[in-house]
């Protein structure tokens, strides 16, 4: 069995910063891409930021020059910094991985439960 376990979120100030983690846990025999999504009230699901195993990213046009994703492949786990972050950043954080269990496996897409981000004065 996999999991995601994400950590990190809560209330923060306009301006100010958070630092969002994933780890993914279980059988895992290799993790292809690890990315954000986040769901504000009302609103789809939209992407936020992704990464490859070799380090490639892509971010939403919303959030360059204030996310920054990374991962850490020895530990799959993969990080959200967040910096000036503003009242509509407020939403679910989900972390999303495509990641293969056995040697013999397709990769299969796993979510995790999401965490709460809320920017407020």
């Known amino acids: 069995q996999v999991q995601l376990v994400e950590s990190g979120g809560g209330l923060v100030q306009p301006g100010g910063s958070l630092r969002l983690s994933c780890a993914a846990s279980?059988?895992?025999?290799?993790?292809?891409?690890m990315g954000w999504y986040r769901q504000a009230p009302g609103k789809q699901r939209e992407l936020v930021a992704t990464?490859?195993?070799?380090?490639?990213?892509n971010y939403a046009d919303s959030v360059k020059g204030r996310f920054t994703i990374s991962r850490d492949n020895a530990k799959n786990t993969v990080y959200l910094q967040m910096n000036s972050l503003k009242p509509e950043d407020t939403a679910v954080y989900y972390c999303?991985?495509?990641?293969?269990?056995?040697?013999?496996?397709?990769?299969?897409?796993?979510w995790g439960q999401g965490t709460q981000v809320t920017v407020s004065s």
């Open positions: 999303n991985t495509d990641l293969v269990r056995n040697w013999y496996d397709r990769p299969t897409n796993y």
């Open positions: 990464i490859t195993s070799g380090g490639s990213t």
């Open positions: 279980g059988s895992i025999f290799s993790v292809n891409t």
